[in-house]
T-cell receptor, first 116, second 113 residues
Framework: AQTVTQSQPEMSVQEAETVTLSCTYD???????LFWYKQPPSRQMILVIR??????QNATENRFSVNFQKAAKSFSLKISDSQLGDTAMYFC?????????????FGSGTKLNVKP | DVKVTQSSRYLVKRTGEKVFLECVQD?????MFWYRQDPGLGLRLIYF???????EKGDIPEGYSVSREKKERFSLILESASTNQTSMYLC????????????FGEGSWLTVV
């Protein structure tokens, strides 16, 4: 069974500092995709960053980067120079190909609060 | 930009009422999804559809049904609303290509009293 675990329900960080959100997953597949999504208080979920499992290089998008450890099945998100606008729920997600269509699995989320 | 539109942001319904939640996407995506979001539980998949008139049960389909008569529209139906269905409902769509991301609507807050 595919599972995604986010062990930190809530975190806080001071503005301009760096924070890391943890995510572990379980799968028997060898090729898959991982995502981090952000859900601000306005509630629309948006994609933050995407990682392909067969790529060893960690994905980076501006202030957001991941630490992808395939053997450990770990996929953490690092936010550098945190901004007030980063305050949101963050969801880790895993995509699996099931009977020729994509199925997404989400973690339970981490609520990040960026303090001024 | 991809747009996924949920027709109602906030609804209050009475126990036993039939509830329709509508979702429309404008990017010709094959796959559409309905999730339920509750604190501490994350997103749980209710139903998904990979083609017109096709549907598959997700992890928590009990008490729900869906309809996909047109490719761009995916409706969630609560046949007889109950208080334990009070929740945030998220619609999403995705192209049917390996590794493609999923796009979400703004969500519908449903309160059943």
């Amino acid at each position: 069974a595919q599972t995604v675990t986010q062990s930190q329900p809530e975190m806080s960080v001071q503005e301009a500092e760096t924070v890391t959100l943890s995510c572990t997953y379980d799968t028997s597949e060898s090729n898959y995709y991982l995502f981090w999504y952000k859900q601000p208080p306005s509630r629309q979920m948006i994609l933050v960053i995407r990682q392909e499992a067969y790529k060893q290089q960690n994905a980076t998008e501006n202030r957001f980067s991941v630490n992808f450890q395939k053997a450990a099945k770990s996929f953490s998100l690092k936010i550098s120079d945190s901004q007030l606008g980063d305050t949101a729920m963050y969801f880790c997600a895993f995509i699996s190909r099931v009977y020729n269509f994509n199925k997404f699995y989400f973690g339970s989320g981490t609520k990040l609060n960026v303090k001024p | 930009d991809v747009k996924v539109t949920q027709s109602s942001r906030y609804l209050v319904k009475r126990t036993g009422e039939k509830v329709f939640l509508e979702c429309v996407q404008d990017m010709d995506h094959e796959n559409m999804f309905w999730y339920r979001q509750d604190p501490g539980l994350g997103l749980r998949l209710i139903y998904f559809s990979y083609d017109v008139k096709m549907k598959e049960k997700g992890d928590i389909p009990e008490g729900y049904s869906v309809s996909r008569e047109k490719k761009e529209r995916f409706s969630l139906i609560l046949e007889s609303a109950s208080t334990n269905q009070t929740s945030m409902y998220l619609c999403a769509s995705s192209p049917d290509r390996v590794g493609n991301t999923i796009y979400f609507g703004e969500g519908s807050w449903l309160t059943v009293v």
